[in-house]
């Protein structure tokens, strides 16, 4: 049996597992309380209550992930994982976040489920071989292999940026301040000559079906987004999955998540999430 209090002392870490297999945070909660309702139902001593609820919620991850693969194949435009907005500087939120980027993500989206499971487990959580093996009921050897191609996979294709959160955020708010500004000639200063854009709108509001690509490009891609008619619109700096970004309120509700990479003082990658299904998470702000 698990108690109460031991399962919320392992909740920040079952949430981290869940929401890095499935970049939906309101997924990553559904799981943690189903984790919890089946352990809370267990009769019997547990005697590694930390393994029993990471194997919980990791197979129960495995599963959502599996009956999620048709809807994924369906989605319209580029596909975004539901973003961690934090207040800047918010340590007990951002220490969970600053290894989850938006970008990071989407390079574990395109691992198989099991190849993610053993890489967020063994490369994030620290759990070895033999305890993944455990977790999934498989092969130790088998388990490696699976845990070394994963790796190598991520290690190609993972966004590697060593920029200081401190000119990270500096970058950031100047390019934000060149937009609502419309001050174009900044914004391209401020932009890599091969800054890609991303917007994820699902199908339901507007967005680029497509990468935008180039500083001229984006740059008048941005623009014309901050100067639609919107009926009190609020810009607030915030973190989002540990990197400097901002959240667009329309009438106090959440209309846009944004934030960006930076590289050499400029903005190499900027990811757009307007899906409102991947905003619900988020509460209204004051107009």
Request: some cysteine; proline content about 6%.
């Amino acid at each position: 049996m698990i108690d109460t209090t031991t399962f919320e002392q392992h909740r920040r870490m079952l949430f981290g597992i869940a929401y890095r297999m499935l970049g939906s945070v309101a997924d990553a909660e559904d799981l943690v309380q189903d984790t919890w309702l089946r352990c809370s139902q267990v009769s019997t001593a547990v005697d590694n209550p930390a393994g029993y609820l990471t194997r919980t919620v990791t197979n129960l991850a495995l599963n959502r992930l599996t009956s999620a693969a048709a809807t994924r194949e369906r989605y319209v435009g580029p596909w975004m994982p539901e973003p961690l907005v934090t207040e800047p500087d918010a340590a007990d939120e951002v220490e969970m976040a600053e290894s989850v980027s938006l970008a990071m993500l989407v390079v574990l989206d395109s691992l198989s489920p099991l190849e993610r499971a053993v890489f967020v487990l063994k490369e994030v959580f620290g759990f070895s071989f033999k305890e993944i093996a455990g977790i999934l009921e498989r092969g130790e050897a088998s388990v490696r292999q699976v845990g070394h191609r994963a790796r190598a996979h991520v290690q190609t294709r993972r966004p590697r940026y060593d920029t200081p959160a401190e000119v990270r955020r500096q970058v950031t708010d100047e390019f934000l301040a060149a937009c609502i500004g419309g001050d174009l000639n900044r914004m391209m200063e401020l932009l890599a000559p091969d800054v890609t854009a991303w917007s994820d709108g699902g199908g339901k509001v507007k967005a680029a079906l497509r990468p935008q690509r180039g500083a001229d490009k984006v740059a008048r891609f941005l623009a014309a987004v901050v100067t639609q008619p919107m009926d009190h619109p609020r810009v607030h700096a915030v973190d989002v999955n540990g990197r400097p970004g901002l959240l667009l309120t329309i009438a106090g509700l959440p209309d846009t998540v944004a934030c960006a990479e930076v590289a050499d003082g400029r903005i190499t990658e900027i990811r757009i999430i307007r899906n409102p299904d991947k905003l619900r998470h988020l509460q209204p702000r004051p107009r």
